[in-house]
């Protein structure tokens, strides 16, 4: 027998892990600044954009020295960039554990044809960072999106190391703590922990990595939205908000709207807070129920954004079928959107925990995930 359905329901249901829930006080009406219709190149125009770059840096704690640009494409976008851009100089390592790590694999391997050591892990494990060599160039995500599993810290990143780390933090930059030291290249999106609009990433650049763009030139041909670099020197321009192509302003404005937000609830550290209470109220939940557990085996490495879960059943454990069930029954009942796994990730369920989603939201959807469960084993008992 099924609990009954739960009497509250979380005020905002809308749990995707990409794009991600708005910032709590989201208005349309915020955005009224936005110079719509005018050049991304005017003087108003450019000045929003070097807003966004210098609140990036002052909120995330960017140092000076290092410089932050707005690309398009995204995430994807940014990371591509630094890819086709700087690799090639040196022999390269590959780090995955997840579906987007192993997808900058193929780019590099198929596309750019280098022959580079990969090493990966399974869904809920961690490539042991401390095995890789950091006189290469390293890729790899700061947290697996679709695992769940992040890295702990940098400390296994030696300071005199000769390659370039490349680090995609989509999912992590604005809610966990990142040594730019360690990050010689480093890029997120606006979509993720500060729910921001698509098709915009930051590609921020150490020195290391700046002096690499300026002293090497890769061997195959680079697309317009690729290039860095003119005449052998960094086109300071991108990082000063002369954007390579025309940006939304109205999702610049968004993005403004997101970091004076971020700043009332107390900056990075106010952010960090958030997204680990939200986690804490899912951890309190599995230790409290034998049926699921999280996908990420390691506590210490466990992703406070990207949350995901696993039945523990055996009937159900590998049951796609199953945790589609769940989440098509919470969809339907308004409670919680998008949460199911990732495509190419076990079975399961994604449930966003990032900064911008509020935890009496995360505590008033759990009870209805319980109910959920017991509703769908009670529906396959009566149609055994």
Known sequence: MSTLKPATRPANPRFSSGPCAKIPTFDLSLLLDAPLGRSHRATRGKAKLKTAIEETRDILGVPESYKIGIVPASDTGAVEMAMWSLLGARKTTMVAWESFGAGWVTDVIKQLKL???????????????????????????????????????????????????????????????????????????????????????????????????????????????????????????????????????????????????????????????????????????????????????????????????RFQDSRILEANSFAKSIAKRLEAEGVAFDIGAYRDAPAGLRIWCGGTVETSDIEAMLPWLLWAFESEIDAQSQAA
């Open 115 to 309: 022959d580079a050591e990969v090493l990966s892990a399974d869904y809920g494990d961690i490539v042991d960072m401390r095995r890789v060599d950091y006189d290469t160039d390293v890729v790899f995500t700061w947290n697996g999106t679709t695992s769940g599993v992040r890295m702990q810290n940098g400390d296994m990143i030696p300071n005199d190391r000769q390659g370039l780390t490349i680090c995609d933090a989509t999912s992590a930059a604005f809610a966990m703590d990142l040594p730019w030291d360690k990050l010689d290249v480093t890029t997120f999106s606006w979509q993720k922990v500060l729910g921001g609009e698509a098709s915009h990433g930051m590609l921020i650049l150490s020195p290391r990595a700046i002096e690499r763009l300026e002293s090497y030139t890769p061997a195959w041909p680079l697309p317009k939205i690729f290039r860095l670099t003119k005449n052998g020197k960094l086109i300071d321009g991108i990082f000063e908000g002369a954007t390579i192509n025309t940006p939304s302003m109205l999702a610049v404005e968004d993005y403004l709207v997101a970091l004076d937000w971020a700043r009332s609830v107390g900056g990075l550290s106010g952010l960090i807070g958030r997204a680990n209470a939200n986690t804490q109220a899912i951890e309190r939940f599995v230790a409290e129920h034998d049926w699921i557990e999280f996908l990420a085996k390691d506590p210490q490495t466990r992703s406070n954004t990207s949350v995901c879960l």
